[in-house]
């Protein structure tokens, strides 16, 4: 089993930045890749960004390339997502989740086999 839990949420400014953490715990060493997704009010699940086992490979949603960074320190258990711009459309709990499986399809939900509570990312105009 795999615990995920992510930090680092909260106000900032339009144009501003922020760094959100996610910390994985129990059988991190079934974790191969790891990603990002995205909740706005009245709006479904969004995939944000993903990450593979050794950090070689990424991939962004179009929303968010250029001003968002997945990274992860396995030594650290820990996966991170800057962003940077902010826009009053990136306000959203954002969710970690971690995936035991090669491949598959990141952008639907169920690829996914753990999931974070969520934090709370509020951008202001």
């Known amino acids: 089993q795999v615990q995920l839990v992510e930090s680092g949420g909260g106000l900032v400014q339009a144009g501003g930045s922020l760094r959100v953490s996610c910390l994985a715990s129990?059988?991190?060493?079934?974790?191969?890749?790891m990603g990002w997704f995205r909740q706005a009010p009245g709006k479904e699940r969004e995939f944000v960004a993903v990450?593979?086992?050794?950090?070689?490979?990424?991939y962004y949603a179009d929303s968010v390339k250029g001003r968002f960074t997945i990274s992860r320190d396995n030594a650290k258990n820990t996966m991170y997502l800057q962003m940077n711009t902010l826009k009053p459309e990136d306000t959203a709990v954002y969710y970690c989740?971690?995936?035991?499986?090669?491949?598959?399809?990141?952008?639907?939900?169920?690829?996914?086999?753990?999931w974070g509570q969520g934090t709370q990312v509020t951008v202001s105009s």
């Open positions: 990450i593979s086992k050794t950090g070689i490979n990424t």
């Open positions: 989740a971690a995936s035991s499986r090669y491949g598959g399809d990141y952008f639907d939900i169920k690829h996914w086999g753990y």
């Open positions: 129990g059988r991190t060493y079934s974790i191969y890749a």
